[in-house]
């Protein structure tokens, strides 16, 4: 198995673990990957290694795309539990990323109002007041936050440019609970966030920001540094049983 650079702008229907039938829209080009962070362990690939040569759609283009396959699935007595913003990197890097959420929830609403829309963003431009206040309209707003540590964020999520933590946890608070968190636990190459030193603070961040859940997970695919492991059965349980402890809904994804 290899690294996956999805069609652009939309893919699937996909069976996700955590999210169901889901109708991928990838707002980015569709042959690389534009994202504000390189994560180690990201199933595109390193960004390095996929420069894409072609534009991110067009806001026009996606909402095209978009009602012909929820057409098409309408016809075909399929419909989708929920539209995913993922993909080749980080959605909310689109410059008319408030326009197209706009856009997909009319098309939601006409063509399969039971359907939810997600977003999935490493939370790096929720600073942006057009991201926020359309990350308020969607079902499940889905915020990265592997860790509060600093050198770990640098070592394994890889910002481009400046990224502040602390910076993220308070945007965070400000969706006054609209978010679900989602944070990756994994091991190799000196790397380990399921261990106290980083759970702890991790959970205390998580109690702060109080989101209405919390999604954790390990790799899945094959990941572009291949040293990686996925955390146990037993970490994963373990964690999600701390913050559900804490009064928060947790899933854990093998
Ligand atoms: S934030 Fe997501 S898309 Fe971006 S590098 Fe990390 S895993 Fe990949």
Not at 142 to 168: C, E, F, H, W
Request: charged share 20%; aromatic share 6%.
């Amino acid at each position: 198995m290899s690294t996956i650079i999805y069609p652009s702008p939309i893919f699937g229907p996909v069976h996700s673990r955590r999210l169901g039938i889901s109708l991928g829209i990838n707002l980015l080009p569709a042959d690389g990957k534009v994202c504000s962070f390189d994560c180690i362990y990201c199933e595109c690939g390193f960004n390095k290694d996929h420069r894409p040569t072609l534009p991110m759609p067009a806001r026009e283009l996606v909402a095209e795309r978009l009602e012909q396959q929820l057409q098409q699935m309408v016809a075909d007595g399929q419909l989708p539990d929920v539209l995913t913003f993922a993909g080749n990197g980080e959605p909310t890097c689109h410059p008319h990323f408030a326009e197209i959420i706009g856009d997909t929830i009319r098309l939601r609403d006409k063509y399969c109002p039971q359907a939810k829309v997600a977003v999935l963003s490493n939370s790096t431009m929720i600073h942006r007041q057009e991201v926020h206040d359309a990350l308020m309209l969607v079902d499940d707003n889905i915020l990265k936050l592997d860790t509060i540590d600093p050198a770990y964020i640098n070592m394994v999520d890889r910002p481009n440019g400046s990224y502040d933590v602390q910076r993220i946890i308070e945007r965070m608070k400000a969706f006054n609970g609209h978010l679900i968190i989602q944070t990756m636990f994994l091991k190799g190459n000196g790397i380990d966030n399921t261990s106290d030193n980083y759970v702890n603070p991790w959970l205390q961040a998580v109690r702060e920001i109080a989101p209405k859940q919390v999604m954790i997970y390990t790799i899945d695919r094959e990941t572009p540094d291949q040293t990686l492991r996925k955390a146990t059965h037993e970490e994963l349980d373990a964690i999600r049983d701390r913050v559900i402890a804490a009064g928060i809904p947790c899933s854990a994804s093998y």
